[in-house]
């Protein structure tokens, strides 16, 4: 079974900087996807940045672009994510996740993974 659990959460001025980790562990496929989410008070979970690690491609959300940079440590089975300039609409929840791949025919043939969360909170 995937596990996967986020720390490095917290409390921070706006424009300081934190680094989040996704401790991963259960694997047993060697090409997956990972990826960081955001859930805010209020409002819908949203993607912030994913990558890949078959090819280690990343892509971002517009709103983190240039800001945020993800990155894994292979050796820990660690994804992080290091987020500078944060600004108070950067407080949320962040869930690290390992969604599920798909056959050719759309059928889900592995589970999809979240963690539980950590909280960012960015004061003004």
């Known amino acids: 079974e995937v596990q996967l659990v986020e720390s490095g959460g917290g409390l921070v001025q706006s424009g300081g900087s934190l680094r989040l980790a996704c401790a991963a562990s259960g694997f047993t496929d060697d090409n997956y996807a990972i990826g960081w989410f955001r859930q805010a008070p209020g409002k819908e979970r949203e993607g912030v940045s994913c990558m890949s690690s078959w090819d280690n491609s990343t892509s971002y959300a517009d709103f983190v672009m240039g800001r945020f940079t993800i990155s894994s440590d292979n050796a820990k089975n660690t994804v992080y994510l290091q987020m500078n300039s944060l600004k108070p609409e950067d407080t949320a929840v962040y869930f690290c996740?390992?969604?599920?791949?798909?056959?050719?025919?759309?059928?889900?043939?592995?589970?999809?993974?979240w963690g539980q969360g950590t909280q960012v909170t960015v004061s003004a």
């Open positions: 996740r390992v969604p599920p791949k798909y056959d050719p025919k759309g059928t889900p043939t592995s589970g999809d993974y």
